[in-house]
Each structure stands twice: as structure tokens, then as C-alpha cells.
């Protein structure tokens, strides 16, 4: 899947500068603030274009409504080696995903990761609802997938 | 630095199934005995079995973290060669693995202890199921074992078991189609509590085990038998008590253990007639291969040359499928008791002779709908189109995780380096551990089998690399080390988990196990720990110990 233009996408990212990203939640309209650690504003306006190609908005949130961009941007400040790769990854990005390019799998797995265990994630889009208290766990109540 | 103080009847070492076990079964038969943590107890209260995945992050940057049960190898390092990685997980603080251990609670069976005598691959295992069998019993009625009643003879029945619990859409689904290839799935065996049982909760189908047990609803040492043990007033745990080294008088008997304070990091002597070490396989083993004395150059009880080799762990794949019955379908609350509620048993021990010795079983753990999408990372493409294959499989994931045993070997081994000290001037462990042909050979099967059921199953089958294993060590399930049998000469412990050599000193662990069969091995290791102090507390009425 191609973006826009390699330009418009790959935006100046000399300088690592922390910014406190505000994002109007699609849901409940609060504003959630993340100052970043690792990611310059530019930076971050990219990776959430970027993650947005992964998994978009669609009668359920994207990532970027889910703080992916952040989710990522946490994750690297915790794993140096990680942040090397990634940052090297997005500088030398063509714009364009692909299964077969490095940087878009680690891009893909690391929106894969914060989308799914973020509360829109898992609770809109996939439907959710474990981790709470059950009298019984019934378990299958199909006859048709009985042996 | 020698003082005169106290003895003790009995030191255990270690607070996790063996020394939990241990420490009870020693107390309430009259016994006194002082336990060595290195660690703390967990507190249930600070458990985050209910912290929602989303708010994990939140929670961190206020400060607020989990319970930290596993412990850092910076703390602890231990060596491995150079391309020879080994995982090994360690919990050092009250009930240890068991606040977070998986809860399969299988019973060997003969073709497991009487695998090698048959095979001649190594030494027997000195017992027999007719032996630990009473020991079973008595484990599945104290901690509650919730499953199959079902009876085979790799995998035997008890007729103690509490309900199973019922399996999901996508386990009754495997067990049709492993059905229809001659392969049986049967009810799990897990020690979870499906009904309230001995005064501890039921479970509440959360299906965050994983995370610690708020309300202690599966067995874990520290709530089933330290604090009883604790009530008969016979037993005083002391934490953070790092052991370093049994020590010897100079008939070459046990008559204590030196320890480093966790937090002050000063040095202790204790003195003790027994002293039971408990503290997970490979601990257990440096502590006494860092019992170096005249009697002993080697390691306490180690003239044999056996103490540290024949290290066997478990080889171990994932393989993952959605169902075609399932893919599309509404999202079910899958979480039940947390694992998988269904077992594949060996079998290959029927029908045709294979090609290499022992066996393999499986587990699926992590089938049905899950707190988190990783599969989805196999899944090609980007976009709506991607984000819609991923909700249609979320519901109709299984999971396949075959164990196999790994034989034992001389070379596989457990040693401490003189070189390389901890941080209270104590050698470190390394590691050496690697795989071999026979296992490569099971291998083979375990991928053809998992693959079959998939097949039969009409699963799409997410992309695997055929013959991958995981990293020795992350089974966790390490075994071997200091091995029963009958011949001194070849083994460290008699089937008591005694050791030959210094009979007042008994290893309970999974380092006593002759070999280490596919299964999990703490209902083994629970059963082992129970007989061996039942025949201790025997030895010490009577005067022999």
C-alpha cells in the first residue's frame, strides 16, 4: 500500500525533541496528553500517518485514536537497541508498507501490539470482554462442534 | 564466622512446591523446621490479576508496578557458552514458580518411570507408580485438582479430581478433529479450583493467573502449605536468606548451611541435623556443587560425579490455526481457568517403533479469544482489508504447544564457575545445554502431528517455520541434576530423594527426577517431596536421622 509521496511522509526528523501530543479521543472527547521520550514532533506526526495505514478508523477507531504512536514511542524509550532499529527504520523508509520490508513488519508489530492491548482495540474492534468475575465459565454450548 | 547457636531439626531450603510441600508435611507430623526464602512473601493484595491490559502503562508511570516475581539475572547472573542460550527463570520470594506456574498437574505413569529401564537409555528411576500413586492421591485431594478422570496408560486417571472445566468452542473443535485422525484430547488436569475446596476460593474464570491469583484460587505454595504449616507453630520461614553452601562436619554428614542476607548481604551460619534442599533445579544444584569440603571436593554428596549433569529440560514449538467454524463468529469470554482446559497425552509409545526413545505431549494454551491480537503480526497486509482479517480470526484462534522430553546426557550439564562470583562472592551457575539427534527425530512427529490435527481440523494454518524450537529453558521445566536411583555409583539420591553419600541430606525438587518426560512436572515434584519427608519424619522417630 503506497502513501501520498515519500516527501510528504518522510518529514525532518534531525532533532528528537520530547512534545506533549494532544489527542481529542473519538469517543469520549477527552484529551489525553503524552509528553513523548523519544519521538520529535514530526516524528510523531509520521509514525501516526503511519499506523494509520496499518489499521484505519473505521466504524471502530485507528491506532492513532488508540495512542499507538505513543504505545510506540514508550516502547522505545524502555529498549535502546529497539529505538536504534526503529528510528534508522523510519529515516531510511521508501513510504511505501510492504510484507517483505523490514521496517513495515517492526511497524506492523509494534501497532499490532498497542492497538490490540489498548481499550478501543480490544474492547471495539475485537469485542473484549474477559478479565472480569464469573460465577461459571460455561464453555462451549455448541452441540455441533461436540466429538 | 562459626557461632554456637541452635540446632535445628530440619533446614529446607527453597519455599516453592518441593520446600512448601516439605516444610508442611515435616510440621504437622511434629517436626520443627526453619525455612530459607530468598525472598519475601507476595502480597495478593498488590496482584494485578485486574489491572485491564490498557491501564498497565498508565499505572507505571505513577509508580505503581506489579510484583516483581521474577528475578533479575542481573541481580543473579548465571553463565551459558557462547551459542548455547539457556532461559532460565528463577522466583525467589515466598511459594516461588508457584504464584505464577502454569498449573498443569499431570500424573507420570509407568510408561514414564518405567520408559528407561525398558529403553536402556540411562539409569531406571528406583520407583514405580505403584509407588507414588498413594502420593497422588493424597497431593490431588489436599490442593484441589480440577479435570479429566479419564485413564490411559500414559496418562492415568484420579478418582479425586474436582470438576473439569468445560472447554471452548475451539478445544472441542481440536478434540473432534484429533478424534478423527486416532489421536485423543482429553480433559485437562490442572490445579485450579473449579469449586471451593479446603477452605481456599474458587476460581472466578478471570483468566489472569498468570499475573498472581488475588484471591489464591489455584495452588500455590505459600497460601496451601506454608501458612498452615505455619499455624502448627512449628515452622519459622526466614526471608530474604540467600543460600550459598551446605556445610559438613568432619564425619562428612550435614550439620548446616551458610547464607548471605539478600538485603544486607552479610554472611550466616545455621546448624541443623537435616537439611532438605528445595530450591528449584539448577539453585539447587549450585548450592550443592558450591558445597565444596575434604569430604566433598567435588560438591556435597558428589563423589559420584553425577550432581550437575544430566540437565534435561523439554523441547517446545508453538503452532497456531483458525478455525473455519469459528472465523467470522461472535467474540466469546474464553478465559475459563486461564490455559487450556484439554491435554494431548503421548501416544507414540503405541503402533509402530520410532526412530528415537521417549515421548511428547500437548498443550494449547492460549486458544480462543485472548487479552491481545499477536497473531495478527503473521498476517499479510495492511489497512481495512487487515484490520478486518484480524477481528474475523480474533475469535477462532488455537494453539498448540507439543512438549517432548530431552534424554538424559552426561554433557548436559550444571557447573559453577570459580571465575565468575555473585554479589556475595558465591561461583554463579553455568549452564551447558544443548539438544540432540533423538530429539531432532521427535521433533519430526510433533510437527506432523500438530500439523494433523490442524489439518483435520480444516484450520488455516498460520505460516511455521517446520522443526523451530524455542529456546532451551523455556518450558521451565528443568530436571536431573541430582538424580535418584539405585546404584550410588550412577545416581545422587535413593528414591526418597536421599542422598547416597550424606543420608541427612534429601534434594525434593525436579532436580531428583531420573528423567524429565514430557509432562509438567510439579504434581511429580509435589507427590516425590510428600514421600520423601513422610519417610524422613519415619527416619527421625526412629532415631536414624
Redesign the interface.
Known amino acids: 500500500?503506497a502513501v501520498s509521496t515519500r516527501r510528504e511522509l518522510l518529514l525532518s526528523i534531525a532533532a528528537a525533541v520530547p512534545v506533549a501530543a494532544q489527542h481529542e479521543h473519538p469517543d469520549t472527547s477527552v484529551a489525553v496528553a503524552y509528553t513523548t521520550r523519544v519521538f520529535s514532533a514530526d516524528e510523531l506526526k509520521t509514525v501516526a500517518r503511519l499506523v494509520d495505514?496499518?489499521?484505519?478508523r473505521?466504524d471502530t477507531p485507528g491506532a492513532s485514536d488508540a495512542h499507538v504512536p505513543e504505545?510506540i514511542d514508550?516502547k522505545l524509550s524502555l529498549d535502546a537497541a529497539l529505538k536504534d532499529r526503529f528510528l534508522a527504520g523510519l529515516r531510511s523508509f521508501d513510504g511505501v508498507?510492504k510484507?517483505s520490508d523490514p521496517f513495515?513488519?517492526l511497524l506492523?508489530?509494534l501497532t499490532?501490539?498497542g492497538y490490540?492491548?489498548?481499550?478501543e482495540?480490544?474492547t471495539q474492534?475485537?469485542?473484549?470482554?474477559?478479565?472480569?468475575?464469573?460465577?461459571?465459565?460455561?464453555?462451549?454450548t455448541?452441540p455441533?462442534?461436540?466429538? | 564466622m562459626m557461632q554456637t547457636q541452635e540446632v535445628h531439626d530440619v533446614i529446607v531450603i527453597g519455599s516453592g512446591a518441593s520446600g512448601g510441600m516439605a516444610a508442611w508435611n515435616l510440621t504437622r507430623q511434629g517436626v520443627d523446621v526453619l525455612m530459607l526464602d530468598a525472598g519475601t512473601r507476595f502480597s495478593r493484595s498488590k496482584f494485578w490479576t485486574?489491572v485491564?491490559?490498557?491501564e498497565w502503562?498508565a499505572r507505571v508511570d505513577k509508580g505503581d508496578f506489579p510484583p516483581q516475581f521474577y528475578l533479575d539475572t542481573k541481580e543473579q547472573p548465571f553463565d551459558t557458552p557462547a551459542g548455547q542460550p539457556f532461559d532460565l527463570v528463577r522466583v525467589w520470594g515466598r511459594g516461588g514458580k508457584t504464584n505464577v506456574w502454569g498449573r498443569v498437574a499431570l500424573r507420570y505413569s509407568d510408561v514414564d518411570f518405567a520408559g528407561p529401564a525398558k529403553d536402556g537409555w540411562e539409569i531406571p528411576w528406583p520407583i514405580r507408580y505403584s509407588d507414588i500413586k498413594p502420593y497422588y492421591d493424597r497431593v490431588d485431594q489436599f490442593i484441589g485438582v480440577c479435570g479429566g478422570t479419564d485413564d490411559q496408560d500414559s496418562l492415568p486417571g484420579s478418582p479425586y479430581m474436582l470438576p473439569a472445566?468445560?472447554?471452548?468452542?475451539g478445544?472441542?473443535?481440536m478434540?473432534?478433529a484429533a478424534?478423527s485422525i486416532g489421536v485423543s484430547i482429553v480433559a485437562g488436569r490442572r490445579a485450579v479450583l473449579t469449586q471451593a475446596h479446603n477452605g481456599q476460593a474458587k476460581c472466578?474464570?478471570?483468566?489472569?493467573c498468570g499475573r498472581g491469583c488475588d484471591v489464591g484460587a489455584f495452588f500455590n505454595s505459600s497460601d496451601y502449605l506454608i501458612e498452615p504449616a505455619l499455624e502448627t507453630g512449628k515452622l519459622r520461614v526466614m526471608d530474604n536468606a540467600v543460600v550459598a553452601r551446605v556445610l559438613v562436619n568432619d564425619e562428612g554428614k550435614a550439620n548446616g548451611v551458610q547464607y548471605f542476607d539478600r538485603v544486607t548481604k552479610e554472611e550466616h551460619t545455621l546448624r541443623a541435623r537435616v537439611v532438605i534442599v528445595a530450591a528449584s533445579c539448577i539453585d539447587s544444584t549450585r548450592i550443592l556443587l558450591n558445597s565444596k569440603s575434604h569430604a566433598y571436593p567435588n560438591g556435597i554428596g558428589n563423589s559420584s560425579d553425577v550432581i550437575g549433569r544430566y540437565l534435561s529440560e523439554q523441547i517446545r514449538f508453538h503452532m497456531y490455526g483458525f478455525l473455519p467454524?469459528l472465523i467470522g463468529g461472535?467474540?466469546q469470554?474464553?478465559?475459563?481457568?486461564g490455559g487450556e482446559?484439554v491435554y494431548m497425552p503421548r501416544f507414540n509409545h503405541r503402533g509402530a517403533k520410532r526412530d528415537y526413545l521417549r515421548g511428547f505431549g500437548s498443550q494449547f494454551w492460549g486458544s480462543g479469544?485472548?487479552?491481545?491480537?499477536?497473531f495478527?503480526?503473521a498476517l499479510?497486509?495492511?489497512?481495512?482489508d487487515?484490520?478486518t482479517a484480524?477481528?474475523k480470526r480474533?475469535p477462532a484462534l488455537v494453539a498448540l504447544h507439543p512438549y517432548g522430553e530431552v534424554l538424559p546426557r552426561a554433557d548436559n550439564r550444571v557447573l559453577v564457575d570459580e571465575k565468575h562470583l555473585d554479589r556475595y562472592g558465591v561461583p554463579v551457575s553455568r549452564i551447558e545445554y544443548k539438544i540432540g539427534e533423538n530429539e531432532r527425530k521427535m521433533a519430526v512427529e510433533m510437527y506432523d502431528t500438530a500439523e494433523q490435527i490442524l489439518r483435520a481440523a480444516k484450520a488455516e494454518i498460520v505460516p511455521f517455520q517446520r522443526g523451530h524450537l524455542d529456546v532451551a529453558g523455556s518450558a521451565i521445566h528443568e530436571h536431573g541434576t541430582c538424580r535418584m536411583g539405585a546404584d550410588p555409583k550412577r545416581s545422587a539420591l535413593n528414591g526418597f530423594c536421599q542422598m547416597h553419600e550424606v543420608p541427612n541430606v534429601f534434594v525434593v525438587d525436579g532436580a531428583a527426577f531420573t528423567t524429565a518426560s514430557e509432562k509438567n512436572p510439579t504434581l511429580t515434584i509435589l507427590a516425590l517431596a510428600w514421600r520423601a519427608t513422610d519417610y524422613l519424619a519415619q527416619e527421625m522417630k526412629s532415631g536414624r536421622a
Open positions: 500500500m495505514l496499518i489499521i484505519p473505521t504505545f514508550r508498507l510484507d513495515s513488519m506492523k508489530g499490532v501490539d490490540y492491548t489498548s481499550k482495540g480490544l474492534e475485537l469485542g473484549w470482554h474477559g478479565n472480569t468475575f464469573l460465577a461459571e465459565f460455561e464453555g462451549c455448541h455441533e462442534h461436540q466429538s | 485486574h485491564k491490559p490498557w502503562n472445566a468445560s472447554p471452548r468452542c478445544e472441542r473443535l478434540q473432534k478424534k472466578h474464570f478471570c483468566g489472569s467454524e461472535p467474540t469470554n474464553d478465559d475459563g481457568i482446559h479469544a485472548q487479552a491481545d491480537a499477536g495478527a503480526k499479510p497486509g495492511f489497512g481495512v487487515f484490520k484480524v477481528k480474533y
